[in-house]
């Protein structure tokens, strides 16, 4: 009895544990067909509101062309019967001229004055087709929006289904970390190729960035890492006296502490902050294809043509680049904030302190004023841009032992300054 009592008992308790299990689980269910629900009605919103979009260019784009073709073709039409009448004009004269006895000269000379006048009018002017025929470049504009659409439609397509590697994920939408309406695309207009644009309807707070958004999010790479480095998780890192045994990897760094990030950089704005939290420190970009297996000399960052950085050696900050050095005279910054424009060929270092951002150095290529002459920026003007042909990865030097940095969170109120700018 007293078996079957504590056996009975027990599966009481197996049952009121799995009457509350079956409670949380039937919660979970109806909150997943109510979030699915209105994540629904948002995007049915939201597609209908794109189509009005899309309807309205195209009855803009429509009525641009039939205007410019009523324009156009009036004045054509005009000029058409205007030449035709003076055709005409002219062959009467040249009928009447010829008809004339050759022994009437008095009819004759009249005759002949009147078709030397007719052949003296002015001519009416012609029609400036190739100027003014502006609506022909209507489906290069709109081949130009839809292949746009298309790449963006793709981009969100791949985020969504994890493959987007450059976009929030959705806790950090949640957590406000860069505001939803700041999503880019790239411009469709052909006249500036490379520019982004914000785009005209705002998307919903839980949607997944383009690759061009402003906010980066950076994993270290353990694949990259140097034996001296040691890594906290994926976003900290800090050089060590002790080897770690690494597994073997071709993108391994041998000669030099460094370590990149797992994101690729190849279109677009990107914008990072790292927090310096001790020793010298480099933080930088280098080209997806640089050799890591390249001499100490060769391999640092900002050492060769295919890396730049920007150093605190433990006294002041310095910018390099092809072995070139610029020393910067600022003070200390905790916060490091990184910001990479493709499209302007351009590398921004900033200090960050209580969401204010101090500019420590931009490299990208400036004329020289009259008189003036920099060894380093006539080296970034010569071979600068030449770095924005490769796929770019954010790189990480730690030079002193005991150096330690960590991928900082972003914060919002720097992002904004940049997306003013």
């Not at 022909?136 to 929006?145: D, E, G, I, R």
């Not at 060590?240 to 990897?249: G, K, M, N, R, W």
């Not at 970034?380 to 969170?409: C, M, R, T, W, Y």
Request: hydrophobic letters at 40%.
């Amino acid at each position: 009895k007293g078996q079957r009592a504590k056996f009975l008992s027990n599966v009481e308790n197996e049952l009121e544990e799995l009457a509350v299990t079956v409670a949380q689980t039937r919660k979970m269910v109806e909150l997943i067909k109510g979030a699915a629900t209105k994540e629904r009605e948002r995007v049915e919103k939201l597609f209908t509101e794109a189509s009005e979009v899309l309807a309205a260019f195209r009855k803009e784009v429509v009525g641009f062309i039939e205007d410019g073709e009523r324009s156009r073709l009036a004045e054509a039409e005009t000029d058409l019967r205007w030449k035709e009448e003076r055709r005409a004009k002219l062959a009467q004269c040249k009928q009447n001229l010829e008809s004339v006895p050759s022994t009437d000269t008095i009819y004759f000379l009249q005759e002949f004055q009147a078709l030397k006048i007719a052949l003296e009018e002015n001519l009416s002017p012609a029609p400036s087709f190739q100027n003014e025929l502006n609506f022909t470049k209507s489906a290069q504009a709109v081949s130009a929006v839809k292949e746009a659409l298309a790449a963006a439609c793709k981009n969100q397509w791949d985020c969504l289904l994890g493959k987007g590697g450059d976009g929030l994920s959705f806790q950090e939408a949640e957590e406000g970390l860069c505001p939803p309406s700041w999503s880019c695309s790239r411009d469709p207009r052909v006249a500036s190729p490379g520019g982004v644009f914000l785009l005209a309807f705002p998307l919903h707070p839980h949607i997944l960035f383009l690759p061009l958004t402003v906010a980066f999010i950076i994993d270290l790479d353990s694949d990259t890492a140097d034996k001296f480095i040691q890594l906290f998780g994926t976003k900290g890192a800090k050089r060590v006296l002790c080897p770690i045994p690494y597994p073997e990897s071709v993108t391994r760094f041998v000669n030099c502490e460094q370590v990149l990030g797992e994101n690729v950089m190849n279109r677009g704005n990107y914008y990072w902050e790292v927090e310096l939290i001790d020793g010298w420190v480099s933080i930088g970009v280098i080209a997806e294809d640089f050799n890591p297996r390249e001499s100490y000399d060769r391999g640092r960052l900002g050492r060769n043509d295919k890396s730049c950085c920007l150093q605190w050696n433990g006294q002041n900050y310095a910018v390099w680049f092809g072995g070139f050095e610029s020393v910067i005279q600022q003070p200390f910054f905790q916060t490091i904030g990184v910001f990479l424009e493709y499209s302007e060929k351009a590398l921004t270092f900033y200090g960050v302190k209580d969401s204010k951002m101090t500019c420590l150095q931009q490299l990208k290529v400036s004329r020289f004023k009259k008189g003036q002459f920099d060894a380093f920026q006539n080296k970034i003007n010569h071979q600068f841009p030449s770095l924005f042909s490769f796929n770019l990865k954010p790189a990480f030097f730690l030079e002193s032992v005991d150096a330690h940095l960590q991928i900082g969170p972003l914060k919002k109120d720097c992002v904004s300054v940049l997306k003013r700018r």
